[in-house]
């Protein structure tokens, strides 16, 4: 596949790439060629802020320095060091996918992608990404960033929201990519959606505008084209911070599989038609006093948004089956998801932080 003039091809990577290591920002995994560091990188970075992951990268790094360190991590460590990241999943599957490494590839990373990808959680873009950040292999790594880059440059029409279209940008990046520098071409493509080419972009300081379709048609704000979401499912839950007279808090650990799995929260049901004095009666047989609101928040998933309203709240009897009660200091320790920490955060500030 030719997209320009095999002399244009040769100038859009030079003038890419000489903008990219001008201007690239400093990142921390951008100080190494360590796959391993690259890898907890790309999988950090996947829904979520540069400014977000940069912390979370250093302290997962400094606590799981080596593959080995991290494939043999109790999980529930794992989950601690990505408490507030989001999508727990990825950290499952980033240490599954970690562990084969180690002990079916004697802790080399796979470098075709062929291998690379039969490891889990190891997507196409993932593979690409390590692949060509990390081994200088001309691979494509194709992202929202990306797609919207190239949708622009070349006018590209087809849907991104429908996934046969990633097939489209894939076979673009591999005619396009520049077989001596694939890491700065795949990065700088990269860094130019997430700071220039943005859904509102900044055409004035790109340096690839000369070569920009639809730049000169004056439609790049029309492009990329995607579909809208399925009206995303909102449901009402009702959270509980049951102490008991020891001071201690009552945690249960949501199921091995599905959403949030494996993290620990409060007693939590969803909206109910009767008091929740007489839910948590009849759902965990426990008797509580007066509930004390805490918070009310929305939290947002991928596929569902939960509508959260907290209480606080003593009892005198024992934990229910599959609950626990913990001390402060082990609920600190527990891996819980955001919507848990907020609440926490509150029970503290209420309970803890001296009033001045």
């Not at 190891?122 to 880059?149: K, Q």
Request: charged residues 30%.
């Amino acid at each position: 596949m030719q997209l320009f003039e095999r002399k244009l091809e040769n100038e859009f990577r030079k003038a890419l790439i000489s903008w990219y290591l001008e201007e690239k920002r400093d990142l921390p995994w951008r100080r190494t060629s360590n796959p391993y560091y690259i890898w907890v990188s790309e999988v950090m970075l996947q829904q979520t802020r540069v400014d977000t992951v940069i912390p979370y990268y250093e302290r997962f790094i400094e606590r799981f320095p080596s593959l080995a360190d991290l494939a043999y991590a109790k999980e529930e460590d794992v989950l601690k060091m990505w408490e507030g990241l989001g999508y727990y999943s990825r950290a499952r599957n980033l240490q599954a996918g970690v562990k084969e490494v180690v002990e079916e590839y004697g802790s080399w990373i796979p470098e075709t992608r062929k291998d690379i990808s039969k490891l889990k959680g190891v997507g196409p873009y993932t593979a690409g990404a390590v692949l060509s950040i990390a081994f200088d292999v001309p691979e494509h790594a194709v992202d929202g960033n990306v797609m919207r880059v190239l949708s622009r440059i070349l006018l590209i029409e087809e849907d991104i929201a429908i996934p046969r279209t990633r097939k489209i940008f894939e076979e673009v990046v591999m005619a396009l990519i520049d077989k001596e520098d694939p890491s700065s071409f795949n990065q700088g493509l990269m860094e130019l959606g997430a700071t220039i080419c943005t859904p509102r972009p900044k055409c004035l300081l790109c340096p690839v505008r000369d070569f920009c379709t639809a730049f000169h048609e004056g439609r790049q704000e029309e492009l990329p084209v995607k579909s809208k979401k399925v009206k995303m499912k909102t449901v009402p839950m009702h959270s509980i911070a049951i102490r008991n007279t020891e001071g201690k808090w009552l945690l249960t650990q949501r199921p091995s599989k599905g959403l949030l799995a494996n993290m620990w929260e409060f007693p939590m049901v969803e909206n109910i038609p009767v008091s929740l004095e007489d839910m948590v009666k009849t759902e965990f047989g426990m008797n509580i006093g007066s509930l004390a609101p805490l918070t009310e928040f929305r939290h947002v998933f991928s596929h569902l948004t939960w509508e959260m309203k907290s209480y606080m709240a003593v009892t005198d009897d024992a934990a229910p089956e599959g609950f626990e009660f913990f001390s402060t200091e082990e609920v600190e320790a527990l891996p819980k998801a955001v919507p848990v920490m907020k609440i926490w955060d509150e029970v503290k500030n209420r309970l803890f932080v001296k009033k001045t």
